[in-house]
């Protein structure tokens, strides 16, 4: 499995525009603030069938986040991506909560599945 730097997130963030960053906490969490463009499928007993769903694309380059280095959900979502055969599936172990002590740009609220719907 493959983990991503924050700096890696940030540079990948801007070298692939299509990419799809997927928070795998709860709606909960993921309405208190997340990462700017970020989707929401919470890790559980549906994650697979939303994944697909969202992201039938298996090339697609997806980033998934939790909280932080404890929170091992991102790491578990990221080992039934790649179950299901996608290839370019990173984990961004440090989480939204290193993302937010650098400063970098987050939202909060609904639930947003493309990018581009950022105004």
């Known amino acids: 499995m493959l983990t991503i730097s924050r ?3 940030q540079e990948l963030l ?3 525009p299509d990419l799809k ?5 709860s709606e909960t969490d993921f309405q208190k603030f997340h990462l700017q463009g970020a989707i929401n499928i919470p890790l559980g007993d549906f994650f697979c069938e939303q994944i697909l769903q969202e992201i039938p ?5 997806v980033v998934v986040y939790s909280l932080n280095y404890e929170c091992k959900y991102s790491e578990q979502a ?3 991506m790649l179950q299901l055969g996608y290839q370019r599936v990173y984990d961004y172990e440090p989480g939204k909560i290193d993302w937010i002590a650098a400063h970098l740009p987050t939202e909060y609220g609904h639930h947003i599945t493309n990018r581009s719907e950022i105004p």
């Open 7 to 9: 700096k890696e997130l």
């Open 14 to 16: 801007v070298s692939c």
């Open 21 to 25: 960053l997927v928070e795998v906490l």
């Open 57 to 61: 694309d298996k090339t697609q380059t």
């Open 78 to 80: 990221t080992q039934q």
